[in-house]
């Protein structure tokens, strides 16, 4: 069984909805991050820690890519086609289910 509130977990599918939503969350982190980055470093510690905050968003961005992969019934390997997000970002999923679980439009 999948569970598509887990946003650490690669398994499962998710709605474009949920991968719009997640991607531009992450992205305004990120740039929040690099910001303070740019201005505010004073020590290597303050740095190792502002990756160390990266890695989890990351991660999260990373996972729900590869649902959204799984989505359309293809691996989460897929991703890193170039310009293969565009693709994610508008094609409707598989009705029904597929070999990575249930659809999540409940159809």
Same mark, same amino acid.
């Given at each position: 069984? #999948?569970? $598509?509130?887990? $946003?650490?977990s690669f398994? &499962?599918r998710v709605?474009?909805t #949920?991968y719009? /939503? #997640?991607?531009? /969350?992450c992205?305004?982190? /990120?740039?929040? %991050? ?5 201005n505010e470093i004073?020590?290597?510690g303050e %740095?190792?820690f %502002?990756?160390f %905050?990266l890695? $989890? ?7 729900? #890519?590869?649902?959204r992969?799984h989505?359309?019934g293809?691996? &989460?390997? +897929?991703?890193f ?5 565009? +693709?994610?970002?508008?094609?409707? &999923?598989?009705?029904?289910?597929n070999?990575?679980g249930p659809? $999540?439009k &409940?159809e």
């Amino acid at each position: 069984m #999948t569970n $598509p509130k887990n $946003p650490f977990s690669f398994k &499962g599918r998710v709605r474009r909805t #949920t991968y719009w /939503i #997640t991607n531009i /969350i992450c992205s305004g982190i /990120i740039s929040v %991050l690099e910001k303070v980055e740019e201005n505010e470093i004073s020590s290597d510690g303050e %740095l190792v820690f %502002l990756i160390f %905050l990266l890695i $989890p968003v990351g991660w999260v961005s990373y996972a729900v #890519t590869a649902k959204r992969c799984h989505d359309l019934g293809h691996s &989460g390997w +897929w991703q890193f086609i170039p310009f293969y997000s565009l +693709w994610l970002a508008f094609k409707n &999923g598989q009705s029904g289910d597929n070999e990575y679980g249930p659809n $999540p439009k &409940g159809e």
